[in-house]
């Protein structure tokens, strides 16, 4: 799954929705059920999202949405293979790329 975010400091909850095609409802269900989402909150009480929060999105959206697990079976994957996931996810983002560059190149010709 490619996430089309720009490069910032702090993503706004629709934001974050927008990029990973959810509610923004979804996206406060699982920041109260993964700890590893951690988002700051400015004065108004808005939640501020990181980059990290961002790349732990996209962990718990591999599993729960892409790879069907249940969120407790999700919540059991990140304590027992945390950098397994991490890593199998930057793998396909890019195989994803050079998928895309290749048919880009495909096009071209």
């Given at each position: 799954?490619?996430?089309?975010?720009?490069?910032?400091?702090?993503?706004?909850?629709?934001?974050?929705?927008?990029?990973?095609?959810?509610?923004?409802?979804?996206?406060?269900?699982?920041?109260k059920?993964?700890?590893?989402?951690?988002?700051?909150?400015?004065?108004?009480?808005?939640?501020?999202?990181?980059?990290?929060d961002?790349?732990?999105?996209?962990?718990?959206?591999?599993?729960?949405k892409?790879?069907?697990?249940?969120?407790?079976?999700?919540?059991?994957?990140?304590?027992?293979?945390?950098?397994g996931?991490?890593?199998?996810?930057?793998?396909?983002?890019?195989?994803?790329?050079?998928?895309?560059?290749?048919?880009?190149?495909?096009?071209?010709?």
């Amino acid at each position: 799954m490619h996430i089309d975010l720009p490069e910032k400091r702090y993503y706004k909850i629709g934001e974050v929705a927008k990029a990973f095609s959810v509610n923004a409802s979804l996206i406060r269900f699982w920041e109260k059920e993964f700890a590893i989402i951690k988002p700051k909150k400015n004065a108004k009480g808005n939640r501020l999202f990181t980059q990290d929060d961002i790349k732990n999105f996209k962990l718990i959206f591999n599993l729960v949405k892409e790879r069907g697990f249940t969120l407790e079976g999700a919540k059991q994957k990140l304590k027992k293979n945390p950098e397994g996931i991490v890593n199998n996810i930057e793998i396909i983002s890019r195989l994803e790329a050079v998928k895309a560059e290749l048919l880009k190149i495909k096009n071209q010709l």
